[in-house]
């Protein structure tokens, strides 16, 4: 999947710093990131790489005032923290929305049915004359 910072921006609501435009497509470090993904800077000791990241897109705290010019799109918002989180969430939603297929180990019992863009999860049971319908997710919960 692949997002425009403007997007992230609406996401967790923040203000953007540069080009709205910039796409990301992964998650980075900010000390490691490489272009097209996006980082956050909520630790002040990491500020230095802010400067020097390849990151297309980094979330920053709004009171973050720079000492030098960034390459990166900024997304500025009151957490940096706490906005990252959520946007790692949002995307894991997402991520799992599109999942299709069956993975293994799992069982299906022969006398079940499923519809179509199904996706079955490692260690299902799916057992006798189970029916599953269309764009159905069965996903195994481990506590």
Request: glycine fraction near 6%.
């Amino acid at each position: 999947m692949q997002f425009s910072a403007a997007q992230i921006g609406l996401i967790i609501n923040g203000i953007i710093e540069g080009d709205a435009n910039a796409i990301v497509v992964s998650f980075g470090k900010i000390e490691e990131a490489k272009p097209s993904q996006i980082s956050f800077l909520a630790n002040p000791k990491y500020e230095d790489y802010l400067y020097t990241t390849e990151a297309s897109v980094v979330i920053v705290n709004q009171s973050l005032q720079l000492k030098a010019p960034v390459k990166a799109t900024l997304i500025r918002v009151p957490d940096a923290y706490s906005a990252f989180a959520v946007l790692m969430t949002k995307y894991q939603e997402m991520a799992a929305s599109q999942l299709v297929g069956i993975q293994s180990p799992s069982h299906i019992a022969d006398s079940a049915s499923m519809g179509s863009l199904v996706y079955i999860g490692a260690f299902a049971f799916i057992g006798d004359l189970v029916k599953i319908g269309n764009n159905s997710k069965i996903l195994r919960y481990w506590q």
